[in-house]
């Protein structure tokens, strides 16, 4: 059973920072996609950030510049900065892991940014 943990979310003025972690546990040997969703408070959940398994990284045009997605292969981990935050990344933000042909999601993470 894959089991995803995330850390690192709360609250931050306009401007700053924060670091969003994740870790896998369970059975697994080098997963396929490892990345983060968001959902804001009425809206779909959209994809943040993925880092493939071949090393290519994809970014929602939103965060581009901003954001940078991480992923320690050996350790399961998947790691996001973020930087330069605005309220409109408020949201609570999901782990995600795709793999064997299956998705997992973390239980979420709230990032609340005051303006």
């Known amino acids: 059973q894959v089991q995803l943990v995330e850390s690192g979310g709360g609250l931050v003025q306009a401007g700053g920072s924060l670091r969003l972690s994740c870790a896998a546990s369970?059975?697994?040997?080098?997963?396929?996609?490892m990345g983060w969703f968001r959902q804001a408070p009425g809206k779909q959940r959209e994809l943040v950030a993925v880092?493939?398994?071949?090393?290519?990284?994809n970014y929602a045009d939103s965060v581009k510049g901003r954001f940078t997605i991480s992923r320690d292969n050996a350790k399961n981990t998947v790691s996001l900065q973020m930087n330069s935050l605005k309220p409109a990344d408020t949201g609570v933000y999901y782990c995600?892991?795709?793999?064997?042909?299956?998705?997992?999601w973390g239980q979420g993470t709230q990032v609340t940014v005051s303006s």
């Open positions: 995600y892991l795709r793999y064997r042909f299956q998705s997992y």
């Open positions: 369970g059975s697994i040997f080098n997963p396929n996609d």
């Open positions: 880092f493939t398994r071949d090393g290519t990284t």
